[in-house]
């Protein structure tokens, strides 16, 4: 079973997103993600037992905040365009260190690499020309998630598997 852990946006923020990466993608090419699976990745776990990993992720006592959506940027070493924040809200930094420890310590392996808060709306795109304005929206985060991803006739879908509010 292929597990993640994530930030899940409103559907309202989600369209948003989506608009956006849609008007991009007429001048990057790429693929676009699905409005549905819009997300921000905070550990990625693989192939590994949603019982422990919920277990693990029921010691995070992270606030709630507001993530902002303030910058978007086209990667050429993977070739994706992403959004997120500008830079990463203390908020989210604690939870996600939080949550890292506390996979860490119930023996989960987890990418040694800094975490870049991103969230991936278009693969396979070429450097565009400039990126458009972002479009103003609110992402209140209150929980965070843990996602199966599913491959369903060679696409994959998500199912989140379990909520964990945060405080």
Do not use: C
């Not at 010691?59 to 070493?77: E, T």
């Not at 260190?97 to 693969?123: K, N, W, Y």
Request: charged share 20%; proline share 9%; net charge positive.
């Amino acid at each position: 079973m292929r597990l993640f852990f994530a930030l899940w946006p409103p559907p309202e923020t989600a369209r948003a997103l989506w608009g956006w990466a849609s008007a991009v993608r007429k001048q990057a090419g790429g693929r676009t993600t699905a409005e549905e699976t819009i997300h921000l990745t905070l550990a990625f776990l693989g192939d590994a037992d949603p019982v422990k990993a919920t277990a693990a992720a029921r010691q995070v006592r992270a606030k709630s905040f507001d993530l902002p959506i303030d910058a978007s940027q086209y990667w050429r070493h993977n070739r994706i365009i992403w959004v997120g924040p500008q830079t990463t809200p203390l908020d989210l930094d604690i939870l996600v260190r939080q949550l890292h420890q506390s996979l860490r310590t119930a023996s989960f392996f987890l990418e040694d690499r800094p975490f870049a808060a991103h969230i991936t709306l278009i693969r396979k795109a070429t450097p565009p020309e400039s990126l458009p304005s972002l479009p103003a929206v609110d992402w209140p985060v209150r929980e965070f998630v843990l996602v199966r991803s599913v491959p369903v006739q060679g696409e994959t879908r998500f199912e989140v598997i379990e909520r964990l509010p945060t405080a």
